[in-house]
C-alpha cells in the first residue's frame, strides 16, 4: 500500500491512491462504511492466506498453529484498544459480544437495565430477552425515562446535559447502564468516561456498545471505567466480517458465562480463565479474528490519525452540504468530540425506506436512511475511499428526490 506523509485533509486527490484498496461494484457509491465495512485489498490477502494455511492442512492448523496465532492477535489487539489481552476474547461481533455479558449477568426479579433513547434495537431486543427471564427489567426512552437532551449543546454545557439526564434515570433498583460509546441511528459520541464515573458513584455497573469506535477514537478499555465493553472490528478498523471482540474488567472474570459451552481450548489444555472459553467454541473458521492485526497494521502505515482527520473532514463536508440542501441544522455541535468518521442529518419528515431504495436504485448511493424518534435522518459514514465527488453526487440526488417528494 502506498503511503504518503505529505497527504492533505482536505485534497482528494492525496489519498486517491487508498481507493484501489476497496473493490466495489461499478457504478455504487459506497456511503455505508457504519454498517457494513469491506476490509482493503491487504487485510483481505492476509485473511486468505489463513484461510489457505487452514485448508492445506486443517490438523495441523487446528492442533499446533491457531491458539499461538489467536493469543498473538490478542494482544495486538489489546495494545490497539488499551487493555490487558487476559481482559479480551474475540467475539463475532459486538452482538454477541453483548449477548455474552447478558447471559451471565446478575439479575434478580425487580432489578432494572439503563439504556438511553439512542440505542441500537439488537441491544434493546438483548435485554428484554435477559430481564424478562426473571422478572426485571429495561428502562429506556421507550418507557420515558433516559431521553436525552435534544439538540446537543455545544462544550461543557452538552456534556454535563448528557450526564445529568442519565443521573436522574438511574434509580435505586438499576443494576447495569448500557450505552453505545458512538450511537449507531444518529452517529452521536456519547461521553464513555464521563457516563462511567457516574455509574460508580450511583453503584452502577456499565456495559458500552462499542461497535462505531474503534479506529474512530482512541481507546484505552483498562483506563475507562467501564465493566464491559463490546465491539465490532469490521466497521471503521475494516478488519473482516465475523471479526469483534469482548472487553471484561478483571473483577468479573469469575461471572462471565458463555451461552455456547465447547472444549474452550484445544485439548490436552483446559480453560483456565474467562476468555478461555470463546477461544474454541468448535470447528470453525477463524480468519477473521486473525486478521485483525493486518487491518491495525493498514491503518498503521496510513497514520491513524491522519485517518481521522481526513474521514471527519469528509463528514463534515457532508453535513455542511446537507445543511445547506435542506435548510435544516445537525442536532450535534460541529465538532469531532461530538461526531466523527460518520454523521446523521435531519430530513423533511416522509418514508425513510421509499427514500432510500430510490437513492440505492436511481442513483447507485447505498447510505441509510433511519427513523429515530418522530424524524427522519440520513447517516453517511465516510472512510478513506471516500471523496468530496461521491458526497456530491448524494447532495444532488437527494436534492432531486427531496424536490419529488415535496
Partial sequence: MPNSPTRRTDVDADWSDLRAD????????????????????????????????????????????????????????????????????????STYGMNVVAHGFPLAEGDEVLLTDHEYGAVLRVWRRACERVGAKVTSAKGTTATLPYPFAGGEEGLKAVVEAVDRAITPRTK??????????????????????????????????????????????????????????????????????LYVHPRWHGEIEVPVLSWGRIQPATPERWSDELVWQGTRDPSAYLSVPAAIDYLDAVGIEAYRERTHFLAQYARRKIEELTGRE????????????????????GDGPALQRRLRVGFGIETPVVAWGERRYIRVSCHLYTTTADVDHLVASLGICLRDEA
Avoid at 25 to 45: C, D, E, K, Q
Avoid at 330 to 340: E, K, L, R, T
Wanted: overall charge negative; proline content about 7%.
Fill in 22 to 93: 476497496w473493490d466495489f461494484r461499478p457504478g455504487v457509491t459506497y456511503l455505508n462504511h457504519g454498517s457494513f465495512g469491506p476490509a482493503p485489498a491487504a487485510v483481505r490477502a492476509a485473511q486468505a492466506d489463513w484461510q489457505r494455511r487452514l485448508q492445506s492442512n486443517p490438523m495441523d492448523f487446528y492442533v499446533r498453529e491457531y491458539e499461538e496465532a489467536y493469543f498473538a492477535a490478542c494482544e495486538r489487539l489489546g495494545a490497539f484498544v488499551g487493555a490487558a489481552a487476559a481482559n479480551l476474547a474475540f467475539v463475532e461481533n
Fill in 176 to 245: 447495569l447502564l448500557v450505552f453505545s460509546h458512538i450511537t449507531s441511528p444518529t452517529a452521536v459520541i456519547f461521553p464513555a468516561a464521563e457516563l462511567c464515573r457516574l455509574a460508580r458513584e450511583r453503584g452502577v455497573r456499565v456495559c458500552i456498545d462499542g461497535p462505531h469506535a474503534v479506529a474512530t477514537l482512541p481507546l484505552a478499555l483498562d483506563a475507562l471505567g467501564c465493566d464491559y465493553y463490546t465491539a465490532s472490528c469490521h466497521k471503521w478498523l475494516s478488519a473482516p466480517l465475523g471479526s469483534g471482540f
Fill in 330 to 349: 445537525a442536532f450535534v455541535p460541529d465538532d469531532a468530540d461530538w461526531y466523527g468518521s460518520m454523521i446523521a442529518l435531519p430530513l423533511p419528515s
